[in-house]
């Protein structure tokens, strides 16, 4: 098990940036593939992006592929993602999450550790 703590989120106007971080702890951190998701008020939880172990594979949802950027630096332990071109309609909690397999997933079922969510707001 890893524990994951989110962090970054805030209020930003449409066509802005920022960047979430996720810390983690717990376990070797570079035995995990990372996601990131979102989930917006009254809407099921959605994948957006997620890294492979190594950081060498990369994989986005179409509604964000240009504009975020998934990241993560395994001697910190930490996954980032960077958001740019914000839209209203990125307005979520967004959570990280682990999986301790090597293939890249965006189902939210296969992810075994989450963390508590970090909000982001994009006013138009």
């Known amino acids: 098990q890893v524990q994951l703590v989110e962090s970054g989120g805030g209020l930003v106007q449409a066509g802005g940036s920022l960047r979430l971080s996720c810390a983690a702890s717990?376990?070797?951190?570079?035995?995990?593939?990372m996601g990131w998701f979102r989930q917006a008020p009254g809407n099921e939880r959605e994948f957006v992006a997620a890294?492979?172990?190594?950081?060498?594979?990369?994989y986005y949802a179409d509604s964000v592929k240009g504009r975020f950027t998934i990241s993560r630096d395994n001697a910190k332990n930490t996954v980032y993602l960077q958001m740019n071109s914000l839209k209203p309609e990125d307005t979520a909690v967004y959570y990280c999450?682990?999986?301790?397999?090597?293939?890249?997933?965006?189902?939210?079922?296969?992810?075994?550790?989450w963390g508590q969510g970090t909000q982001v707001t994009v006013s138009s």
């Open positions: 717990g376990r070797t951190f570079s035995g995990y593939t």
């Open positions: 890294i492979s172990r190594s950081g060498s594979s990369t």
């Open positions: 999450a682990a999986r301790p397999l090597t293939w890249i997933s965006t189902t939210v079922k296969e992810y075994d550790d």
